[in-house]
């Protein structure tokens, strides 16, 4: 974790506010386009948030919008949050890396800009065409937008048939906005140039779920997992806790290692080889031997 002093709270559209945050104890952790950070709040809430600063600066900036439905998170940081205030935040991750490519299409709705903000600027710094389609009945960073990259970045509903015809064939394109937006861009775009975060999971359904042993390799122990409890929380309740922030499969900050077994993967990530999510995944066979 690194200790960060709130340095600025900033309205930048309807419902949505920019907080750039400063180490405390010195420099915060570098990263790239794509990541993004676990915030813990004074009242002892979790929140995930994408970086959407500059990857040189010293400072980190993220943008949180008021959920009319808030569980407490967004509501506390628009309405109790203030300059000067120190917090705990997480070394950043990523799991929507940008990738080099000749063009790069981007497409935003609402605040699905932030991860994608870093993106473009960095795409275009590299020389490579780059287009975005920004929609929503908010629109944070607009100005900057506007003043940093002009005619290249288009204000309106997206077409998405229409851009999945005309797109280069070289180009690659980064999506991440409501779930109607995704799914259909999952529909039009072709799988393998296709890049997108989620910040809620989607619906699906998934077979029932079944008993079965999580072997700890290195602690020795055997933790019993039920059909009713997670991975995740019977690791914690065996005494062997986690860190955890989503519990939803969408932000990465439980990634485990796993040696032997097959998992069952219920994330939006789509973990690397070796890894999976405790807060979602579970097993296939009756055992799952565990790097912990």
Same mark, same amino acid.
């Given at each position: 974790?690194?200790?960060?002093?709130?340095?600025?709270?900033?309205?930048?559209?309807?419902?949505?506010?920019?907080?750039?945050?400063?180490?405390?104890?010195?420099?915060?952790?570098?990263?790239?386009?794509?990541?993004?950070?676990?915030?813990?709040?004074?009242?002892?809430?979790?929140?995930?948030?994408?970086?959407?600063?500059?990857?040189?600066?010293?400072?980190?900036?993220?943008?949180?919008?008021?959920?009319?439905?808030?569980?407490?998170?967004?509501?506390?940081?628009?309405?109790?949050?203030?300059?000067?205030?120190?917090?705990?935040?997480?070394?950043?991750?990523?799991?929507?890396?940008?990738?080099?490519?000749?063009?790069?299409?981007?497409?935003?709705?609402?605040?699905?800009?932030?991860?994608?903000?870093?993106?473009?600027?960095?795409?275009?710094?590299?020389?490579?065409?780059?287009?975005?389609?920004?929609?929503?009945?908010?629109?944070?960073?607009?100005?900057?937008?506007?003043?940093?990259? /002009?005619?290249? #970045?288009?204000? !309106?509903?997206? &077409?998405?048939?229409?851009? +999945?015809?005309?797109? $280069?064939?070289?180009? =690659?394109?980064?999506?991440?906005?409501?779930?109607?937006?995704?799914?259909?861009?999952?529909?039009?775009?072709?799988?393998?140039?296709?890049?997108?975060?989620?910040?809620?999971?989607?619906?699906?359904?998934?077979?029932?779920?079944?008993?079965?042993?999580?072997?700890?390799?290195?602690? /020795?122990?055997? #933790?019993?997992? !039920?059909?009713? &409890?997670?991975?995740?929380? +019977?690791?914690?309740? $065996?005494?062997?806790? =986690?860190?955890?922030?989503?519990?939803?499969?969408?932000?990465?900050?439980?990634?485990?290692?796993?040696?032997?077994?097959?998992?069952?993967?219920?994330?939006?990530?789509?973990?690397?080889?070796?890894?999976?999510?405790?807060?979602?995944?579970?097993?296939?066979?009756?055992?799952?031997?565990?790097?912990?």
């Amino acid at each position: 974790m690194q200790k960060a002093l709130i340095d600025d709270i900033s309205p930048i559209a309807d419902g949505v506010l920019a907080l750039t945050l400063r180490g405390a104890d010195g420099p915060l952790a570098g990263w790239e386009p794509g990541a993004h950070i676990d915030l813990t709040l004074p009242n002892w809430l979790t929140r995930q948030f994408s970086l959407c600063g500059d990857p040189g600066s010293p400072d980190y900036r993220i943008a949180v919008r008021r959920e009319r439905l808030s569980r407490g998170g967004s509501e506390y940081v628009h309405d109790h949050l203030r300059p000067g205030r120190t917090v705990s935040i997480s070394l950043p991750r990523n799991t929507f890396p940008l990738v080099p490519a000749p063009a790069h299409l981007f497409v935003a709705g609402g605040i699905g800009i932030t991860p994608i903000l870093p993106m473009l600027h960095a795409a275009a710094a590299s020389g490579s065409e780059v287009r975005l389609v920004h929609s929503g009945r908010s629109l944070p960073f607009a100005e900057e937008l506007r003043r940093e990259h /002009g005619d290249r #970045v288009r204000f !309106e509903r997206p &077409d998405l048939p229409a851009l +999945a015809a005309e797109l $280069a064939p070289e180009a =690659v394109v980064y999506c991440c906005g409501p779930e109607s937006m995704l799914a259909e861009a999952e529909e039009v775009f072709p799988a393998e140039r296709l890049h997108v975060e989620r910040f809620r999971p989607r619906t699906r359904t998934f077979p029932p779920n079944t008993a079965f042993e999580a072997v700890c390799a290195r602690s /020795g122990r055997t #933790v019993p997992v !039920e059909p009713g &409890d997670t991975l995740l929380e +019977a690791l914690r309740i $065996a005494g062997l806790p =986690v860190p955890s922030g989503c519990r939803e499969g969408v932000c990465g900050s439980c990634e485990l290692r796993y040696l032997d077994g097959e998992p069952e993967h219920r994330d939006d990530i789509g973990p690397a080889d070796g890894r999976l999510y405790p807060c979602v995944s579970r097993s296939v066979t009756d055992r799952l031997v565990l790097d912990l």
